[in-house]
């Protein structure tokens, strides 16, 4: 048996051997559309789908187990038009221009259609406008070919939302490490318990909540201005995003440093590296070990050394050996006032 009947059976056996492509149009029928804005006919659904649905099996098997429970309580699919769905009062995403893969996303719905509704809530004060949970991605992606959007509606509270919201992302594992430190940030910020966090991002157990703490700190640590200009970085998890934290350790950099991070973001080749290569930048650029300061050594005529000249970027330091000079020091330190006035009348002759 071909690895591909394999998971064609996985797939009708979830729906009482019901095929992916019959359940897609019994959903598709079924389903009460609201008043379009658009007249465009439904575009054609193609073998295409089957293919699309295996690049990502397991993905397509967790939306169709939550579609299966959704329709078995009695919800319908319901066709909307784009413009009347509104983000999540939570971003668990940083921004599609971003992802590199989204143009893909998107010709793989124009080819194959919207093969999972995504989830919505009603606003209160927007009659015929809804609140996604969860479905980000298909969302815009809809909205860029300008097609309706398949969508399930559902009365949920902001915990409710949330929970649905993480939970979906991260049995798809499509967001990143530092887009869940994101996204338990922001809940954090609305005042979301550490609990609920946990419960958003799948997480259970004695560690949950010491590992949302550790989220929320990491985020604290860095300016947000620059975790979205680095932008999701998915190679890149807990390790490397630590360590970046520690390096940068926000208030207390050098002005040098700064400098250095400032000329990176700012520089044309920014713009053109994946977001893993940027984190990398950085980390290498909080490395680089502190120039050593410049010093010069002086003799005396029996060649030892007497003077030590030692140069920074914000002092010079004499340091004289006693031992070796016999009260130059003191002479020199008598000296220093006729020193600085010859000095400064040089400077004015320049002038």
């Not at 070796?324 to 006032?337: C, I, K, R, T, Y």
Request: net charge neutral; charged share 30%.
């Amino acid at each position: 048996m071909t690895k591909s009947s394999d998971r064609k059976k996985r797939m009708q056996s979830m729906f009482g051997n019901v095929s992916p492509e019959t359940l897609a149009k019994q959903a598709s029928d079924s389903g009460e559309e609201t008043p379009r804005t658009n007249d465009a006919p439904s575009r054609p659904r193609s073998s295409g789908s089957v293919r699309a649905m295996s690049d990502s099996l397991s993905a397509i098997e967790a939306e169709n187990e939550e579609l299966r429970r959704s329709l078995s309580d009695g919800e319908r699919v319901v066709d909307i038009d784009p413009s009347n769905i509104h983000a999540s009062f939570v971003r668990d995403r940083m921004d599609i221009g971003n992802d590199p893969q989204f143009p893909n996303f998107v010709a793989s719905i124009e080819e194959s259609g919207q093969q999972v509704p995504v989830l919505v809530r009603p606003m209160k004060d927007r009659v015929g406008h809804y609140q996604l949970a969860y479905g980000h991605r298909r969302w815009q992606a809809c909205r860029h070919l300008g097609q309706p959007v398949k969508a399930i509606v559902r009365e949920l509270s902001d915990e409710d939302l949330v929970i649905a919201q993480g939970r979906e992302n991260t049995e798809r594992k499509d967001l990143s490490f530092i887009e869940q430190a994101l996204f338990a940030h922001s809940l954090k910020e609305r005042g979301f318990t550490r609990k609920t966090i946990a419960q958003s991002l799948g997480r259970d157990g004695g560690s949950a909540l010491p590992y949302i703490s550790m989220l929320t700190a990491l985020v604290d640590a860095l300016p947000s201005d620059l975790l979205h200009r680095i932008g999701p970085a998915p190679k890149s998890g807990r390790p490397r995003w630590e360590r970046f934290a520690e390096l940068y350790r926000k208030g207390a950099l050098s002005a040098q440093k700064a400098s250095s991070i400032d000329d990176l973001v700012e520089s044309s080749d920014w713009v053109s590296m994946d977001s893993d290569v940027r984190l990398t930048r950085l980390i290498g650029v909080l490395e680089t070990k502190k120039a050593q300061p410049a010093s010069r050594e002086i003799k005396n005529d029996a060649g030892k050394n007497v003077i030590k000249v030692t140069k920074t970027a914000k002092a010079t330091q004499i340091s004289i050996d006693q031992s070796a000079s016999d009260g130059f020091s003191d002479w020199l330190v008598e000296q220093l006032p006729e020193l600085l006035r010859a000095y400064s009348g040089k400077q004015e002759t320049k002038r």
